[in-house]
């Protein structure tokens, strides 16, 4: 009988379930879903409870978020057993049955059995445990053990240690998320800006006795009017996401992944624009709305703290006329200062700068300013007063990060620069950014501000040394914030941001070279990245040319500082010391151009050699055995090879010039996050593939490679690869790579194209992808061609192009392999007798483009 009652129940549950979504579905309304399913599940489990009884004198209690009256689709519906005494052999059976029969029913409990002493001692360790029982509901059973357990709750209840371990609690949250709200796949429950904010003021506010609802907390003067309508907008919206979520993928889930965005997009009827997507628009509004809620979050805990912890004889001390200090943050003095007179807005950030022993603002003050942020229309732009106090802010010797992050925070420098407020919180699906558009550029600042800090020097040695004598290091800020403004309008963001750049400096009195400056940093922001990571910088040719699109030193060392902040403001992937060390190079050959005439290739080829023989003798080698291995070398290998790998590849091979045995040799470059390897061997056709088969096969990531022949038929081949994830024991891993290399390049089975296993590249490229491109063309020598491939990173990506390369007779001289997190924009410098052919060509291209397309081995 209990078993055709149970199925009863379940098919009632399934139906009124059921029915509240669809009743949500055309009426979207977030709180009444909620309530039917809480209502839905209260129902079920009483029915159950008649089926299976619980222990005598025990009670069923909704805890957590179903006991605060929510249940979402996918949720655990969470509920205490509390018995008055510890459990016999009859009631763990009974309580047993009951569980088993919530799962058989479809629910999903988070489950626990309790006694009250259980219930204090647990609370006393355990700030969940506490919280959850601050929401217990009764279901079922003694409505006396309940109120009992309502009142001894209550009674160990200390307001001031409950909000002390939920505000380290919410810390330690934050920091798992990376302390943003801005992640690209946020978790709408648990992220900053998240619903889970909102939950633990409330926790705190019903702690302290001031309200168990929102609308009771505005009455205890909390919040404002304006602040409450925001909030409940805020909290609505989030639920809502958190429905819908949990409704498409069919399953808990709080994170809005790249896989649900565009589906997510489709059911709030966001239509794509001429240059936005869906899923970028509705990301937007996610981030608008996590901004709101962090910025009431802070303005909350601090009243609420305030209330919590008041200071005997509380004095505050008097700054001017308008602000003053208390408990080391900043006030103002009129509740209605900003409104009367807007220019403060500035100027009480530049106090917080001025004073280092300011560490904020006081939450009155945050809310004066967050509602006073419509004040800062046409008419405050135009005031020389706070243009000037704008610059100002940039220009002092602390604080700017900061101030720039408070102000967009509390709505206030998008309200100032009005082509912002257009990027905050716009995604970025180039595959290699991390963080909206907004937030990159706040941390192109923080980078560049971190080159001017004497305690990040190790960092950057280069870097801090040429900002220490770099003349108004604050116009690179200023070209910070323009560099990316005009990303997703459409257009090269560059020329567009170039355009609003000039405008800025031309409306805040910035004029001369220092526009010129700002104008041409903007504009060129990519290019020195571009020729470092994509251009051979051993051709003097490149050097030149990009020395002349620089034209002076100032400007070099600007760019070159902005483009390693920029780098590091992608994506902690992003960067490693090869970049840097390739963008240092690029500087220093600059300078040399710069101060002289055209470079000659003859005296470059010269000073390399020169400088490779002076390493050499060191180590005792004499110039004759030195020229039986260089006799074999061209001028294009020495123009290719710094000295000292010159002088590396002479000491391990000069002894050995036809040697018939393969030679690897590897090495640690940068600082410690690079190894380069060396092969040297009998040349033949499948060479390259069998190199980079192995290379795949370890998983290692090949970031720059180079390749040559010697007249008399050895290859000699130069790579710089990564080691997988967070392997960076790269001394030990140099000797592995050398004897595995060896053994590999010493098999008599030349790799089988297909061979590997099929893989796939990351989630992220799947939902995001870009249109892979190859553009072919010839050298201005007509010596051979100028392969560019741009496609989405996956495993395997180098050697299925080598194999291509080998299938069409295809000799590879170079190779500059560009990663930026799942996107790859490689170059290749190739010859092959193929290519002079039109048709031959065509059918090399379409193999290239086929292969890019493939989710693994072609």
């Known amino acids: 009988m209990n078993a055709q009652s149970l199925s009863l129940v379940r098919d009632q549950l399934a139906v009124r379930r059921a029915e509240a979504i669809q009743a949500f579905r055309e009426q979207r309304r977030p709180d009444t879903l909620l309530a039917a399913l809480r209502r839905n599940a209260d129902q079920a489990l009483r029915?159950?409870?008649?089926?299976?009884?619980?222990?005598?004198?025990?009670?069923?209690?909704?805890?957590?978020?179903?006991?605060?009256?929510?249940?979402?689709?996918?949720?655990?519906?969470?509920?205490?057993?509390?018995?008055?005494?510890?459990?016999t052999q009859d009631d763990t059976n009974a309580i047993e049955a009951l569980v088993a029969a919530m799962w058989d029913l479809g629910i999903e409990p988070g489950h626990s059995v309790r006694t009250l002493e259980d219930c204090q001692r647990e609370a006393a360790n355990d700030i969940t445990v506490e919280t959850a029982l601050m929401e217990a509901r009764w279901l079922v059973g003694s409505r006396n053990l309940f109120q009992t357990l309502r009142t001894t709750m209550l009674e160990q209840l200390d307001p001031q240690a409950f909000f002390q371990a939920k505000r380290a609690e919410m810390q330690q949250r934050h920091a798992r998320h990376h302390d943003t709200p801005y992640s690209l796949e946020p978790n709408c429950k648990e992220a900053p800006g998240g619903l889970r904010d909102l939950q633990v003021v409330m926790w705190m506010a019903q702690a302290a006795g001031l309200g168990h609802s929102w609308?009771?907390?505005?009455?205890?003067?909390?919040?404002?009017?304006?602040?409450?309508?925001?909030?409940?907008?805020?909290?609505?919206?989030?639920?809502?996401?958190?429905?819908?979520?949990?409704?498409?993928?069919?399953?808990?889930?709080?994170?809005?992944?790249?896989?649900?965005?565009?589906?997510?997009?489709?059911?709030?009827?966001?239509?794509?624009?001429?240059?936005?997507?869906?899923?970028?628009?509705?990301?937007?509004?996610?981030y608008w709305a996590a901004r709101v809620v962090s910025q009431l979050?802070?303005?909350?805990?601090?009243?609420?703290?305030?209330?919590?912890?008041?200071?005997?004889?509380?004095?505050?001390?008097?700054?001017?006329?308008?602000?003053?200090?208390?408990?080391?943050?900043?006030?103002?003095?009129?509740?209605?200062?900003?409104?009367?007179?807007?220019?403060?807005?500035?100027?009480?950030?530049?106090?917080?700068?001025?004073?280092p022993e300011i560490t904020g603002m006081a939450a009155p003050m945050q809310r004066a300013m967050w509602h006073a942020r419509r004040s800062i229309d046409a008419q405050f732009r135009r005031n020389p007063v706070n243009r000037r106090q704008f610059l100002q802010i940039l220009q002092q010797p602390r604080g700017v990060v900061h101030a720039l992050r408070h102000m967009t925070m509390l709505n206030i420098l998008p309200r100032y620069l009005p082509v912002f407020r257009r990027i905050v919180g716009q995604m970025q699906h180039d595959l290699f950014h991390a963080y909206t558009v907004d937030q990159h550029i706040l941390m192109v600042v923080r980078n560049l501000r971190r080159f001017t800090m004497?305690?990040?020097?190790?960092?950057?040695?280069?870097?801090?040394?040429?900002?220490?004598?770099?003349?108004?290091?604050?116009?690179?800020?200023?070209?910070a914030l323009f560099h990316d403004i005009a990303k997703g309008r459409g257009g090269d963001h560059s020329e567009l941001g170039a355009v609003d750049a000039r405008r800025f400096c031309n409306e805040h009195g910035i004029d001369g070279d220092d526009k010129a400056l700002?104008?041409?940093?903007?504009?060129?922001?990519?290019?020195?990245?571009?020729?470092?990571?994509?251009?051979?910088?051993?051709?003097?040719?490149?050097?030149?040319?990009?020395?002349?699109?620089?034209?002076?030193?100032?400007?070099?060392?600007?760019?070159?500082?902005?483009?390693?902040?920029?780098?590091?403001?992608?994506?902690?992937?992003?960067?490693?010391?090869?970049?840097?060390?390739?963008?240092?190079?690029?500087?220093?050959?600059?300078?040399?151009?710069?101060?002289?005439?055209?470079?000659?290739?003859?005296?470059?080829?010269?000073?390399?050699?020169?400088?490779?023989?002076?390493?050499i003798r060191l180590i005792g080698l004499r110039d004759e055995s030195r020229d039986n291995f260089w006799n074999q070398l061209d001028v294009a290998y020495f123009l290719r090879h710094e000295a000292s790998e010159i002088a590396w590849h002479t000491r391990h091979l000069y002894y050995r010039v036809d040697t018939p045995e393969p030679v690897v040799k590897a090495r640690v470059v940068g600082q410690n996050e690079a190894l380069q390897v060396m092969v040297y061997t009998p040349d033949r056709k499948d060479l390259f593939v069998s190199i980079c088969r192995y290379f795949d096969s370890r998983a290692l990531s090949v970031q720059d490679a180079r390749v040559h022949t010697t007249h008399h038929g050895w290859a000699l081949d130069s790579f710089i690869v990564l080691l997988p994830g967070q392997d960076k024991d790269y001394r030990s891993n140099a000797?592995?790579?050398?004897?595995?290399?060896?053994?590999?390049?010493?098999?008599?089975?030349?790799?089988?194209?297909?061979?590997?296993?099929?893989?796939?590249?990351?989630?992220?490229?799947?939902?995001?992808?870009?249109?892979?491109?190859?553009?072919?063309?010839?050298?201005?020598?007509s010596t051979s061609w100028r392969l560019s491939v741009t496609a989405a990173d996956r495993p395997g990506l180098l050697y299925n192009l080598a194999q291509v390369f080998a299938a069409h007779g295809i000799s590879l001289n170079m190779a500059k392999i560009l990663t930026l997190g799942d996107r790859v924009e490689d170059v290749f410098i190739i010859e092959g007798s193929a290519l002079g052919h039109p048709r031959a060509q065509l059918q090399f291209e379409r193999k290239l483009l086929a292969t890019l397309e493939l989710e693994g081995s072609p």
Request: aromatic share 8%; charged share 30%.
């Open 454 to 479: 004497p305690e990040h020097a190790q960092e950057y040695p280069l870097a801090s040394q040429l900002i220490a004598d770099f003349d108004r290091h604050w116009l690179l800020y200023v070209a």
């Open 47 to 87: 029915e159950l409870v008649r089926l299976h009884p619980l222990p005598v004198g025990a009670v069923l209690v909704a805890v957590g978020g179903y006991g605060r009256g929510e249940l979402y689709p996918h949720s655990d519906v969470d509920v205490l057993i509390l018995l008055r005494q510890p459990p």
């Open 215 to 286: 609308r009771e907390i505005a009455r205890s003067d909390l919040l404002t009017a304006a602040e409450f309508r925001a909030l409940r907008r805020a909290e609505q919206a989030f639920k809502r996401l958190r429905i819908e979520l949990h409704l498409l993928a069919g399953r808990r889930e709080d994170r809005v992944l790249f896989d649900l965005q565009p589906a997510l997009a489709a059911v709030y009827g966001f239509e794509a624009t001429r240059t936005r997507r869906p899923s970028e628009i509705l990301m937007q509004r996610y």
């Open 518 to 615: 700002v104008e041409f940093l903007v504009r060129e922001h990519l290019t020195m990245s571009l020729v470092a990571q994509k251009r051979d910088l051993s051709d003097p040719g490149v050097v030149h040319d990009f020395a002349e699109r620089v034209g002076t030193e100032r400007r070099l060392t600007a760019l070159y500082l902005l483009t390693v902040a920029d780098i590091r403001g992608t994506s902690p992937k992003v960067w490693n010391s090869w970049k840097g060390k390739l963008l240092e190079d690029l500087f220093r050959q600059t300078i040399e151009a710069l101060g002289g005439a055209q470079p000659d290739a003859g005296t470059v080829l010269a000073q390399r050699k020169e400088a490779a023989a002076n390493e």
């Open 297 to 355: 979050n802070i303005i909350l805990m601090q009243s609420l703290e305030e209330k919590l912890f008041p200071l005997p004889n509380e004095q505050a001390s008097i700054i001017d006329d308008d602000f003053f200090m208390i408990r080391g943050r900043l006030g103002i003095r009129r509740e209605d200062g900003f409104e009367r007179n807007p220019a403060l807005i500035f100027r009480a950030f530049l106090v917080m700068q001025e004073r």
């Open 735 to 781: 000797t592995l790579v050398e004897h595995e290399l060896c053994r590999a390049l010493l098999s008599a089975d030349a790799p089988a194209p297909g061979t590997l296993p099929r893989r796939s590249g990351s989630r992220r490229s799947r939902f995001f992808p870009i249109m892979p491109h190859v553009e072919l063309q010839p050298d201005e020598r």
